[in-house]
């Protein structure tokens, strides 16, 4: 990979003391949703958007969650620990997608409903997952922001969304990344969550998630689950009759449920 890039990486701010002692708890097998609270509620700006982002209608719930102890309660450690991780995001990293022909709320609101959509998908196939796949799929659109600030310093922003026009789908989206830029959003984000010290299941999901069938042999599941929500829900379309039509190969390729799958996405359309 490009040195430059690489600098750049580097050159990211850390995660701040309570995103790591969140990273902490949600990784100690000995903690408890008692210490996550604590650690929450310590940070005001933190509980503010937890909460936010856990009141979005995308969730559904059909009362108002007003407390993080609640909010943890419902979704477990690792939906909390994606959405700490992407209110992170956010408040450090300058983002500009102008490049990608989306602004910021959508770009953001891309990535929401992809961790809405895991979430509610994974929860009746394998509860344990979301562990890695939480996370994951909060945070696996991050080398976009690398990406596009990169095309506006080489002046290759427009070449690039001139390129894009007549794409749909995140395969050929990486394969232009690749082209123009010389990297990927898969290898970007995946070279950032490593600078953050996180654990290799995670990086490695979204590395693959692309080809989940090369990745080592206990990722594939992971990446797979990723490689069906971008293909859902992405910058060119969400819940589209065309992602769908198209991800129902992908699910039934994966010999996952197609009834389940179906079914998750008739709740967003609803």
Known sequence: MDNT??????????????????QRICLDKNSSLTDLVKVVEKDPMLTANILKSSNSPLYGFSREIKNISHAISLFGMATIRGFALSSSIKQNIKINLQPYGVTNAQFLDVSTMQSAFMFKWYSHINREM??????????????????????VEQKKDEEFKTAIQNISTPKELSAIECEIIGFSNEEITAK?????????????????????????????????????????????????????????NIVSKYNLDQDLYLKTVEQFNQ
């Open 5 to 22: 890039i690489l600098k750049k990486i580097k050159a990211l701010p850390p995660l701040d003391d309570t995103i790591m002692n969140i």
């Open 130 to 151: 979301l562990d890695i796949l939480q996370p994951a799929s909060f945070m696996m659109e991050v080398g976009k922001i690398i990406i596009a600030n990169e095309l």
């Open 192 to 248: 950032v969550f490593e600078q953050w010290n996180m654990e290799i299941e995670l990086v490695e999901s979204i590395q693959f998630s692309n080809y989940p069938n090369n990745a080592p042999e206990h990722i594939v599941e992971f990446a797979q689950a990723l490689n069906v929500v971008k293909n859902t829900i992405n910058i060119f379309g969400q819940f589209s009759e065309n992602n769908v039509s198209n991800t129902i």
